[in-house]
Protein backbone atom coordinates (compact mmCIF):
# COMPACT_ATOMS: atom_id res chain seq x y z
CA UNK A 1 0.00 0.00 0.00
CA UNK A 2 1.42 3.32 -1.13
CA UNK A 3 -0.62 5.35 1.80
CA UNK A 4 -3.79 5.00 -1.21
CA UNK A 5 -6.06 2.63 0.35
CA UNK A 6 -7.36 0.69 -3.11
CA UNK A 7 -10.92 -0.78 -2.71
CA UNK A 8 -12.67 -3.27 -4.39
CA UNK A 9 -16.91 -3.12 -3.55
CA UNK A 10 -19.11 -6.06 -3.35
CA UNK A 11 -22.66 -5.43 -4.09
CA UNK A 12 -23.94 -2.14 -6.45
CA UNK A 13 -27.45 -2.00 -5.10
CA UNK A 14 -29.43 0.90 -3.15
CA UNK A 15 -26.64 1.75 -0.50
CA UNK A 16 -23.35 1.52 -2.48
CA UNK A 17 -24.69 3.78 -5.58
CA UNK A 18 -26.77 6.22 -2.83
CA UNK A 19 -23.71 6.78 -0.25
CA UNK A 20 -20.61 4.25 -1.07
CA UNK A 21 -19.32 5.32 -4.10
CA UNK A 22 -19.90 9.33 -3.54
CA UNK A 23 -18.43 9.32 0.16
CA UNK A 24 -15.35 7.66 -1.48
CA UNK A 25 -14.99 10.21 -4.21
CA UNK A 26 -14.59 12.93 -1.45
CA UNK A 27 -12.59 11.32 0.86
CA UNK A 28 -8.34 11.11 0.47
CA UNK A 29 -6.58 8.16 1.16
CA UNK A 30 -9.05 5.67 -0.45
CA UNK A 31 -9.61 5.11 -3.98
CA UNK A 32 -12.52 2.87 -5.43
CA UNK A 33 -10.29 0.67 -8.22
CA UNK A 34 -12.59 -2.41 -8.37
CA UNK A 35 -16.61 -3.27 -8.24
CA UNK A 36 -17.83 -6.92 -8.02
CA UNK A 37 -22.03 -7.36 -8.92
CA UNK A 38 -23.61 -10.29 -10.07
CA UNK A 39 -26.05 -7.98 -12.23
CA UNK A 40 -24.56 -4.27 -12.64
CA UNK A 41 -21.72 -1.95 -13.54
CA UNK A 42 -19.62 0.90 -12.11
CA UNK A 43 -18.63 3.78 -14.73
CA UNK A 44 -14.51 3.77 -14.25
CA UNK A 45 -13.37 0.50 -12.42
CA UNK A 46 -12.69 -2.69 -13.28
CA UNK A 47 -16.15 -4.65 -12.93
CA UNK A 48 -16.15 -8.43 -12.29
CA UNK A 49 -18.90 -10.92 -11.31
CA UNK A 50 -17.65 -12.13 -8.10
CA UNK A 51 -15.45 -11.23 -5.38
CA UNK A 52 -13.67 -14.64 -6.25
CA UNK A 53 -12.81 -12.98 -9.25
CA UNK A 54 -12.54 -9.95 -7.97
CA UNK A 55 -10.17 -10.91 -5.73
CA UNK A 56 -8.07 -13.10 -8.72
CA UNK A 57 -8.14 -10.12 -10.72
CA UNK A 58 -6.75 -7.09 -8.41
CA UNK A 59 -3.96 -8.89 -6.70
CA UNK A 60 -3.02 -5.14 -4.87
CA UNK A 61 -6.53 -4.52 -3.52
CA UNK A 62 -5.71 -3.76 0.04
CA UNK A 63 -9.68 -3.30 1.34
CA UNK A 64 -13.10 -4.68 0.75
CA UNK A 65 -16.24 -2.84 1.38
CA UNK A 66 -18.55 -5.72 1.71
CA UNK A 67 -22.73 -3.68 0.62
CA UNK A 68 -24.67 -6.95 0.00
CA UNK A 69 -27.77 -7.75 2.35
CA UNK A 70 -26.29 -9.42 5.71
CA UNK A 71 -26.87 -13.10 4.48
CA UNK A 72 -24.09 -13.19 2.78
CA UNK A 73 -21.91 -11.21 4.45
CA UNK A 74 -20.10 -13.38 6.55
CA UNK A 75 -18.64 -15.95 3.51
CA UNK A 76 -17.87 -12.78 1.64
CA UNK A 77 -16.22 -11.31 4.67
CA UNK A 78 -14.14 -14.10 5.76
CA UNK A 79 -12.77 -14.86 2.12
CA UNK A 80 -11.44 -11.21 1.70
CA UNK A 81 -10.08 -11.56 5.10
CA UNK A 82 -8.27 -14.77 3.92
CA UNK A 83 -6.97 -13.34 0.98
CA UNK A 84 -5.65 -10.37 3.24
CA UNK A 85 -7.67 -7.69 2.90
CA UNK A 86 -8.77 -4.84 4.76
CA UNK A 87 -13.23 -5.23 5.70
CA UNK A 88 -15.34 -2.56 5.49
CA UNK A 89 -19.36 -3.98 6.77
CA UNK A 90 -22.22 -2.48 5.70
CA UNK A 91 -24.63 -2.62 8.64
CA UNK A 92 -25.74 -4.94 10.20
CA UNK A 93 -21.92 -6.68 10.84
CA UNK A 94 -23.52 -10.13 10.08
CA UNK A 95 -27.14 -12.41 10.30
CA UNK A 96 -25.51 -13.27 13.57
CA UNK A 97 -23.26 -12.43 16.53
CA UNK A 98 -20.94 -15.71 16.51
CA UNK A 99 -20.22 -14.39 12.88
CA UNK A 100 -19.04 -10.68 13.74
CA UNK A 101 -16.97 -12.45 16.46
CA UNK A 102 -15.67 -14.70 14.16
CA UNK A 103 -14.70 -12.45 11.88
CA UNK A 104 -13.01 -10.25 14.74
CA UNK A 105 -11.07 -13.04 15.59
CA UNK A 106 -9.92 -13.85 11.86
CA UNK A 107 -9.22 -10.72 11.28
CA UNK A 108 -6.78 -10.07 14.29
CA UNK A 109 -5.25 -12.76 13.06
CA UNK A 110 -4.80 -12.09 9.69
CA UNK A 111 -3.41 -8.81 11.10
CA UNK A 112 -5.94 -6.73 8.83
CA UNK A 113 -8.69 -4.06 10.00
CA UNK A 114 -11.94 -5.14 10.03
CA UNK A 115 -14.68 -2.10 10.01
CA UNK A 116 -17.91 -2.91 11.35
CA UNK A 117 -19.79 0.63 10.49
CA UNK A 118 -22.61 1.44 11.80
CA UNK A 119 -23.84 4.89 10.29
CA UNK A 120 -26.54 6.45 12.41
CA UNK A 121 -23.73 7.22 14.53
CA UNK A 122 -21.79 9.70 12.36
CA UNK A 123 -25.55 11.53 12.06
CA UNK A 124 -24.71 15.01 12.88
CA UNK A 125 -25.94 15.66 16.43
CA UNK A 126 -25.17 12.35 18.23
CA UNK A 127 -21.21 13.64 19.55
CA UNK A 128 -23.54 16.76 20.80
CA UNK A 129 -26.06 14.27 22.10
CA UNK A 130 -23.42 12.18 24.01
CA UNK A 131 -21.26 14.85 25.50
CA UNK A 132 -24.67 16.33 27.04
CA UNK A 133 -25.78 12.21 28.51
CA UNK A 134 -22.46 12.08 30.09
CA UNK A 135 -22.82 14.86 32.51
CA UNK A 136 -26.01 13.37 33.43
CA UNK A 137 -28.10 10.72 34.83
CA UNK A 138 -30.44 9.24 32.40
CA UNK A 139 -33.93 8.56 33.81
CA UNK A 140 -35.92 6.81 30.80
CA UNK A 141 -35.18 7.03 26.93
CA UNK A 142 -37.94 6.32 24.39
CA UNK A 143 -37.29 5.48 21.78
CA UNK A 144 -39.27 5.33 18.37
CA UNK A 145 -38.17 4.41 15.18
CA UNK A 146 -41.52 4.46 12.30
CA UNK A 147 -41.46 4.49 8.91
CA UNK A 148 -42.68 3.39 5.61
CA UNK A 149 -41.21 0.15 4.36
CA UNK A 150 -42.89 0.12 0.83
CA UNK A 151 -40.57 4.05 0.09
CA UNK A 152 -37.53 2.55 1.71
CA UNK A 153 -36.91 -0.69 0.91
CA UNK A 154 -38.70 -1.83 -2.49
CA UNK A 155 -37.77 -4.40 -4.33
CA UNK A 156 -35.95 -6.10 -1.52
CA UNK A 157 -37.37 -9.51 -0.88
CA UNK A 158 -34.06 -10.64 1.41
CA UNK A 159 -35.38 -7.74 3.98
CA UNK A 160 -38.19 -10.09 4.50
CA UNK A 161 -36.62 -13.91 5.07
CA UNK A 162 -34.71 -15.23 7.57
CA UNK A 163 -31.47 -13.37 8.67
CA UNK A 164 -32.85 -9.76 6.97
CA UNK A 165 -33.58 -8.29 10.11
CA UNK A 166 -37.22 -7.29 8.71
CA UNK A 167 -38.08 -3.78 11.10
CA UNK A 168 -34.73 -4.40 12.97
CA UNK A 169 -32.67 -3.27 9.58
CA UNK A 170 -33.41 0.35 10.51
CA UNK A 171 -34.52 -0.89 14.26
CA UNK A 172 -30.88 -1.38 14.70
CA UNK A 173 -29.96 2.01 13.32
CA UNK A 174 -31.69 3.37 16.55
CA UNK A 175 -29.94 0.82 19.01
CA UNK A 176 -26.64 1.86 17.14
CA UNK A 177 -27.26 5.59 18.64
CA UNK A 178 -28.86 4.16 22.15
CA UNK A 179 -25.63 2.28 22.26
CA UNK A 180 -23.33 5.07 21.20
CA UNK A 181 -25.12 7.91 23.70
CA UNK A 182 -25.85 5.98 26.95
CA UNK A 183 -23.20 6.40 30.05
CA UNK A 184 -24.05 2.94 30.84
CA UNK A 185 -24.37 -0.45 29.00
CA UNK A 186 -28.04 -1.56 28.11
CA UNK A 187 -29.59 -4.40 29.24
CA UNK A 188 -32.55 -6.32 26.46
CA UNK A 189 -35.80 -7.26 29.19
CA UNK A 190 -38.50 -8.41 26.88
CA UNK A 191 -39.83 -8.05 23.52
CA UNK A 192 -42.87 -8.59 20.91
CA UNK A 193 -42.33 -9.17 17.30
CA UNK A 194 -45.13 -8.77 14.90
CA UNK A 195 -44.52 -11.21 11.87
CA UNK A 196 -46.75 -11.03 8.89
CA UNK A 197 -48.29 -14.22 8.04
CA UNK A 198 -46.76 -14.58 4.67
CA UNK A 199 -43.21 -13.31 6.08
CA UNK A 200 -40.19 -14.26 7.93
CA UNK A 201 -39.03 -11.45 9.70
CA UNK A 202 -40.99 -8.87 11.72
CA UNK A 203 -42.90 -5.61 10.78
CA UNK A 204 -43.50 -4.00 13.79
CA UNK A 205 -41.41 -4.71 17.46
CA UNK A 206 -41.64 -3.11 20.86
CA UNK A 207 -38.69 -3.42 23.45
CA UNK A 208 -38.53 -3.40 26.84
CA UNK A 209 -34.72 -2.78 28.10
CA UNK A 210 -32.84 -1.10 31.04
CA UNK A 211 -30.12 1.01 31.71
CA UNK A 212 -26.90 -0.47 34.74
CA UNK A 213 -28.23 1.83 37.07
CA UNK A 214 -32.48 0.49 36.07
CA UNK A 215 -33.52 3.81 34.22
CA UNK A 216 -36.09 1.90 31.76
CA UNK A 217 -35.77 2.11 28.28
CA UNK A 218 -38.41 1.39 25.63
CA UNK A 219 -38.47 1.04 21.56
CA UNK A 220 -41.67 1.00 19.16
CA UNK A 221 -40.53 0.20 15.70
CA UNK A 222 -42.98 0.15 13.36
CA UNK A 223 -42.80 -0.46 8.81
CA UNK A 224 -46.31 0.47 8.32
CA UNK A 225 -45.90 4.20 8.95
CA UNK A 226 -47.37 6.41 5.73
CA UNK A 227 -46.84 9.66 5.81
CA UNK A 228 -44.09 12.03 8.21
CA UNK A 229 -41.77 9.43 9.21
CA UNK A 230 -40.21 9.44 12.66
CA UNK A 231 -36.69 8.31 13.68
CA UNK A 232 -36.89 10.13 17.62
CA UNK A 233 -34.77 8.94 20.40
CA UNK A 234 -35.75 10.83 23.71
CA UNK A 235 -33.97 10.88 26.53
CA UNK A 236 -35.21 12.26 30.33
CA UNK A 237 -32.50 12.93 32.96
CA UNK A 238 -32.74 14.38 36.58
CA UNK A 239 -31.62 17.36 34.53
CA UNK A 240 -33.23 18.11 31.41
CA UNK A 241 -34.75 16.65 28.44
CA UNK A 242 -32.84 15.84 25.25
CA UNK A 243 -34.61 14.62 21.98
CA UNK A 244 -32.19 13.49 18.99
CA UNK A 245 -35.18 13.23 15.91
CA UNK A 246 -34.51 13.04 12.30
CA UNK A 247 -32.37 9.84 12.43
CA UNK A 248 -29.88 11.77 14.97
CA UNK A 249 -29.37 14.51 12.75
CA UNK A 250 -31.35 16.96 15.19
CA UNK A 251 -30.81 17.78 18.90
CA UNK A 252 -33.28 19.66 21.16
CA UNK A 253 -32.69 20.44 24.71
CA UNK A 254 -35.50 21.16 26.99
CA UNK A 255 -37.32 22.43 24.02
CA UNK A 256 -34.67 24.47 22.16
CA UNK A 257 -32.78 23.62 19.15
CA UNK A 258 -29.43 23.22 19.74
CA UNK A 259 -28.18 21.44 16.24
CA UNK A 260 -29.60 21.12 13.43
CA UNK A 261 -27.77 19.64 10.15
CA UNK A 262 -28.08 17.78 6.99
CA UNK A 263 -26.90 14.26 7.14
CA UNK A 264 -22.77 14.04 6.38
CA UNK A 265 -22.58 10.28 7.96
CA UNK A 266 -21.04 8.45 4.90
CA UNK A 267 -18.10 10.29 4.37
CA UNK A 268 -17.38 10.47 8.17
CA UNK A 269 -17.00 6.47 8.38
CA UNK A 270 -15.06 6.49 5.22
CA UNK A 271 -12.41 8.65 7.37
CA UNK A 272 -12.91 6.24 10.11
CA UNK A 273 -11.63 3.45 8.22
CA UNK A 274 -9.27 4.96 6.61
CA UNK A 275 -7.73 6.20 10.11
CA UNK A 276 -8.52 1.80 11.25
CA UNK A 277 -6.35 0.89 8.16
CA UNK A 278 -3.29 3.40 9.03
CA UNK A 279 -3.24 2.30 12.60
CA UNK A 280 -4.24 -1.78 11.13
CA UNK A 281 -6.85 -1.41 14.05
CA UNK A 282 -10.29 -3.59 14.43
CA UNK A 283 -13.40 -1.16 15.26
CA UNK A 284 -16.07 -3.51 15.60
CA UNK A 285 -18.98 -2.88 18.58
CA UNK A 286 -21.19 -5.63 18.30
CA UNK A 287 -23.55 -4.35 20.93
CA UNK A 288 -26.30 -3.20 18.72
CA UNK A 289 -26.12 -6.83 16.65
CA UNK A 290 -26.46 -8.05 20.38
CA UNK A 291 -29.39 -6.44 21.46
CA UNK A 292 -31.33 -7.44 18.37
CA UNK A 293 -30.38 -10.90 18.48
CA UNK A 294 -31.54 -10.91 22.69
CA UNK A 295 -34.70 -9.53 20.78
CA UNK A 296 -35.35 -12.07 18.71
CA UNK A 297 -34.29 -14.43 21.69
CA UNK A 298 -36.80 -13.12 24.01
CA UNK A 299 -39.44 -12.05 21.74
CA UNK A 300 -43.00 -13.01 21.77
CA UNK A 301 -43.98 -13.76 18.16
CA UNK A 302 -47.18 -12.43 17.16
CA UNK A 303 -48.77 -13.42 14.29
CA UNK A 304 -50.06 -10.51 11.86
CA UNK A 305 -51.73 -9.80 8.85
CA UNK A 306 -50.09 -10.62 5.46
CA UNK A 307 -48.23 -7.72 4.18
CA UNK A 308 -47.70 -6.91 0.23
CA UNK A 309 -44.89 -5.06 -0.20
P1 LIG B 1 -30.08 -3.74 -2.14
O1 LIG B 1 -30.45 -2.51 -2.88
O2 LIG B 1 -30.95 -4.94 -2.22
O3 LIG B 1 -28.61 -4.10 -2.61
C1 LIG B 1 -27.92 -5.20 -2.12
C2 LIG B 1 -26.99 -5.69 -3.22
O4 LIG B 1 -26.26 -6.80 -2.72
C3 LIG B 1 -27.76 -6.20 -4.43
O5 LIG B 1 -28.00 -5.17 -5.35
C4 LIG B 1 -26.80 -7.23 -4.96
O6 LIG B 1 -25.87 -6.56 -5.77
C5 LIG B 1 -25.98 -7.73 -3.78
N1 LIG B 1 -26.29 -9.11 -3.37
C6 LIG B 1 -25.39 -10.09 -3.21
N2 LIG B 1 -25.97 -11.22 -2.80
C7 LIG B 1 -27.27 -10.96 -2.69
C8 LIG B 1 -28.38 -11.74 -2.32
N3 LIG B 1 -28.25 -13.02 -1.95
N4 LIG B 1 -29.59 -11.15 -2.34
C9 LIG B 1 -29.74 -9.85 -2.71
N5 LIG B 1 -28.69 -9.06 -3.08
C10 LIG B 1 -27.48 -9.62 -3.07
O7 LIG B 1 -29.87 -3.44 -0.59
P2 LIG B 1 -29.34 -2.11 0.09
O8 LIG B 1 -30.48 -1.24 0.48
O9 LIG B 1 -28.25 -1.53 -0.70
O10 LIG B 1 -28.81 -2.71 1.46
C11 LIG B 1 -27.61 -3.45 1.52
C12 LIG B 1 -27.07 -3.35 2.94
O11 LIG B 1 -26.87 -1.96 3.24
C13 LIG B 1 -28.03 -3.89 4.00
O12 LIG B 1 -27.32 -4.55 5.00
C14 LIG B 1 -28.69 -2.62 4.56
O13 LIG B 1 -29.06 -2.77 5.92
C15 LIG B 1 -27.54 -1.63 4.43
N6 LIG B 1 -28.02 -0.24 4.37
C16 LIG B 1 -29.02 0.12 3.51
C17 LIG B 1 -29.49 1.43 3.52
C18 LIG B 1 -30.58 1.92 2.60
O14 LIG B 1 -31.04 3.06 2.77
N7 LIG B 1 -31.01 1.16 1.60
C19 LIG B 1 -28.94 2.35 4.41
C20 LIG B 1 -27.88 1.96 5.21
C21 LIG B 1 -27.44 0.65 5.19
P3 LIG B 1 -25.38 -7.11 -7.14
O15 LIG B 1 -26.59 -7.29 -7.98
O16 LIG B 1 -24.48 -6.00 -7.53
O17 LIG B 1 -24.66 -8.40 -6.90
Not at 64 to 87: F, S, T
Not at 97 to 108: K, M, P, S, Y
Not at 124 to 129: C, K, L, N, P, T
Request: with cysteine.
Amino acid sequence: MNGIIKAGLVGLGKIARDQHLPAIEQTGGIDLVAVASRNAQADGVNNYPTLDAMLAGEPDMDAVILCQPPQVRYEAAREAILAGKHVFLEKPPGATVTQVEALITLARAQGVTIYASWHSRHAAAVADAKAWMAKRKVTRVSIEWREDVRHWHPSQPWIWEAGGFGVFDPGINALSILTEIMPEPVTMLAASLEVPANKQAPIAASLKMASASGAPIEAAFDWRQTGKQTWDIAVETQDGKLLLSEGGNQLTVDGEVMVQAPEGEYPEMYRQFVQLVKDRAIGADIRPLQLVADAFLCGKHCPTAAFED
